[in-house]
C-alpha cells in the first residue's frame, strides 16, 4: 500500500514514450509531508515499517509510522515550546542517527526550516552556516570532536540560542530527556503555504563559500520521480541509499519518495573509519530489495571478494553523485547479474536523467530525461543543441510548477534570478547527446581541457584509466603547457600490488591510446596516497590543478 496515486494522475506505464507523455501530477494546492505522507500511514497502517536502523555497535531501532507520528508530534510540541515555530532555521549534524526523521518531520509540521549538514563540518564552517542562515537551534550527535567544535564556534553565533544532542553532554540539552516532556498530540496547527521555504541545503560550488539551496514543501513530490521510477523502489520493501543526513542525497535515497512509494528506508550508522564493505551483510541480513551508492563504493566493492555475498533479495541497484565508470557497471553485472542504473541530478534538484525502469541501462550513460523536466543541451551561445553527440550544457526549460527543483538561493537574489529566471536553469555539467536519446557525461564546465584545439572531457579518460587492473582511484585536469595550452594530467592512487614506476606509466598511457582517441592520453601520471576531495566525497579537480600552477 503506498500513497503514489493521491499525487499522481497515473502511476504505471507502457514504456518510456508513454511515461514522458502521459505523466503528469494532480492539482495540488495543500501538501504537507508530515502530516499528508507519515500521519497518513499512521491513520491506515499504523504498523507498517518506515525505518530499520543499526549501527556498528550492534544496536538496532524499527520504527513504524504510527510510532513516528507520535515521536514526532512530541518534537513538535517540544520546538514549539522552545520558541521554534513558523520560519524559524534549525541545522542538524546527525550523521545517520534515526533522531534525523523524527526532527524532519516535526520541523516540518510547525513550518520551521529545516537545515541539514554534515556531522564533519568544522569551526569555521559552523560559523558561517549558522550566521549565513541565522541558526535559532542547532541538533548534533553526541561525539566529542563535533561538539567541541560547535562550542568553539558558538560565541560567534549570535541567533544560536539551544545546543542540543542526543544523550547527556555538558552545555547540551539530552533530546531524548526535553522529548519525554512532551505530549504526543500534537493540537491543530495553522499549515505552511506549499511555497514555503520547508529546507535549505548549503551546497558547494567551484568558488565562493557555499549556497543556500531552498526547497518548497512540494519538494518531496519531486522525489517520487527519484525513488519509484529511477531507484524502482519496492512496496513494503527496504531501501538502502549509502547517505548521511547532511546531504541532499539523503532526501533523494532515504526520505521522501521511498516512502511516498511505500518502501521502508534502512539506515547503518557508524562514526569515524569506514570500510565500504562492512555492508555488505547487511544487504542479506536486512532483505534490502532497493540499493544505491556513489560510484566509489561500487569501485571498492568489485576489489573484493563477493563471492560469498548473497544479494537474492536485490532487486535493483543505482548509482549517483558523480559518473559511473563503464567497467564497474561491467565488473558488477558480471558479479551480481544486476545492472547498475545511473542517475544524474544536483542539490537543486529531483532526479534529472536516469536509466528509468522505462528503458535500460547502458554502461556509461547517465540515461534519458525524467518525466518531470523538459531538459535540452545548450551550446554557449544559450541555443539548444539539436544534432546527436555535440557536447553542450545539460539545462532544464523552465515552466510552472517545477516539481522538485529549487525555489531560489537564500538571501542571494542575483543568483536566484540568474538561475531561475533567464527561462533555463543551468546544470554546469556539460554532456553530449547520442542518436537513442540518451546522454553521455563530459564533464563541469570548469573541468574541460582545452589542448591544441581539442575539448577534453576528464571523464572519458578516467574511464579509461579505470578499466586497468592498477587503477583504484584517479582524476584528469589540464597543465598549461606553453604550446599545446593545456596538457592532459592523471592523478592516481594504485591497487594494491602494483608501484609506481617509468615502466608502469608507459603501459598506462599507451592503455588510454588504445581505448580512447590518442590524444586524449595522459602525457603526465602522478601517483598519490590520496585524493583531494570535498567532504561530500568527490574528488577536488580544482586543488589539484592550483598545485600544478
Not at 123 to 149: F, H, P, W
Not at 260 to 285: C, E, I, Q, W
Request: negative net charge; contains cysteine.
Amino acid at each position: 500500500m503506498n500513497l503514489l496515486s493521491r499525487y499522481i494522475e497515473r502511476v504505471d506505464f507502457e514504456d518510456y514514450q508513454d511515461f514522458i507523455k502521459h505523466f503528469r501530477y494532480k492539482t495540488i494546492t495543500d501538501f504537507n509531508f508530515g502530516y499528508d505522507v507519515v500521519d497518513e500511514y499512521a491513520r491506515i497502517s499504523p504498523d507498517k515499517r518506515a525505518i530499520v536502523w543499526c549501527n556498528s555497535a550492534g544496536e538496532e531501532r524499527i520504527i513504524t509510522f504510527g510510532e513516528l507520528k507520535k515521536l514526532s508530534d512530541r518534537a513538535a510540541n517540544m520546538f514549539l515550546a522552545m520558541g521554534i515555530g513558523k520560519g524559524d532555521f534549525v541545522m542538524t549534524m546527525l550523521n545517520r542517527r534515526y533522531e534525523y526523521y523524527i526532527i524532519n518531520i516535526a520541523l516540518c509540521k510547525i513550518g520551521a526550516v529545516l537545515v541539514p549538514a554534515t556531522y564533519l563540518l568544522t569551526v569555521k564552517d559552523i560559523e558561517y552556516r549558522c550566521n549565513s542562515a541565522g541558526i535559532k537551534m542547532l541538533i548534533c550527535i553526541n561525539e566529542k570532536d563535533v561538539t567541541d567544535y560547535i562550542n568553539e564556534a558558538a560565541p560567534a553565533c549570535p541567533s544560536l540560542r539551544y545546543k542540543m544532542t542526543i544523550g547527556d553532554c555538558e552545555g547540551y540539552l539530552d533530546f531524548h530527556k526535553e522529548l519525554d516532556k512532551y505530549s504526543d498530540v500534537l493540537p491543530a496547527l495553522p499549515r505552511p503555504a506549499i511555497t514555503d521555504t520547508m529546507i535549505v541545503y548549503f551546497t558547494s560550488g567551484t568558488t565562493g563559500y557555499p549556497k543556500m539551496v531552498m526547497h518548497n514543501f512540494l519538494y518531496p513530490l519531486g522525489h517520487v520521480m527519484t525513488a519509484y521510477y529511477w531507484q524502482s523502489v519496492v512496496d513494503d520493501g527496504l531501501h538502502f541509499t549509502m547517505a548521511e543526513s547532511g546531504w541532499a542525497k539523503f532526501s533523494w535515497g532515504k526520505l521522501y519518495g521511498q516512502w511516498l512509494a511505500g518502501s521502508a528506508v534502512f539506515n547503518y550508522d557508524y562514526y569515524g573509519r569506514f570500510t565500504p564493505t562492512d555492508v555488505l551483510p547487511l544487504l542479506s541480513k536486512y532483505k534490502i530489495t532497493t540499493f544505491c551508492a556513489p560510484p566509489t563504493i561500487y569501485r571498492f566493492f568489485i576489489r573484493e571478494d563477493l563471492s560469498h555475498v548473497d544479494f537474492s533479495s536485490l532487486v535493483r541497484m543505482t548509482t549517483a553523485g558523480e559518473p559511473l565508470n563503464p567497467e564497474v557497471f561491467r565488473q558488477i553485472y558480471e558479479l551480481t547479474g544486476l545492472q547498475i542504473h545511473e542517475g544524474f541530478g544536483q542539490t537543486e534538484s529531483a532526479v534529472i536523467l536516469c536509466a528509468s525502469r522505462y528503458c535500460k541501462a547502458v554502461p556509461g550513460s547517465l540515461g534519458l530525461p525524467t518525466a518531470i523536466y523538459d531538459v535540452v543541451l545548450l551550446d554557449d551561445n544559450d541555443d539548444v543543441i539539436t544534432e546527436a553527440d555535440v557536447e553542450g550544457e545539460i539545462c532544464i526549460r523552465l515552466k510552472d510548477n517545477q516539481f522538485g527543483l529549487l525555489c531560489g538561493y537564500y538571501k542571494d537574489p542575483e543568483r536566484t534570478k540568474d538561475a531561475l529566471e533567464t527561462g533555463y536553469y543551468h546544470t554546469g555539467d556539460l554532456a553530449r547527446r547520442d542518436e537513442n536519446g540518451y546522454y553521455w557525461f563530459v564533464g563541469r564546465k570548469d573541468d574541460i581541457i582545452k589542448s591544441s584545439g581539442y575539448r577534453i572531457g576528464p571523464f572519458e579518460v578516467e574511464s579509461a584509466l579505470m578499466e586497468h587492473p592498477a587503477v583504484l582511484e584517479c582524476a584528469i585536469t589540464g597543465v598549461p603547457h606553453p604550446e599545446r595550452g593545456q596538457i592532459v594530467k592523471a592523478t592516481i592512487i594504485l591497487n594494491k600490488g602494483y608501484e609506481p614506476s617509468d615502466a608502469l606509466t608507459k603501459e598506462l598511457q599507451e592503455h588510454v591510446k588504445h581505448a580512447t582517441a590518442p590524444y586524449k592520453y595522459p602525457r603526465v601520471i602522478e601517483y598519490v596516497k590520496e585524493l583531494p576531495k570535498t567532504i561530500s566525497g568527490k574528488i577536488k579537480r580544482k586543488d589539484i590543478r592550483k598545485s600544478d600552477k
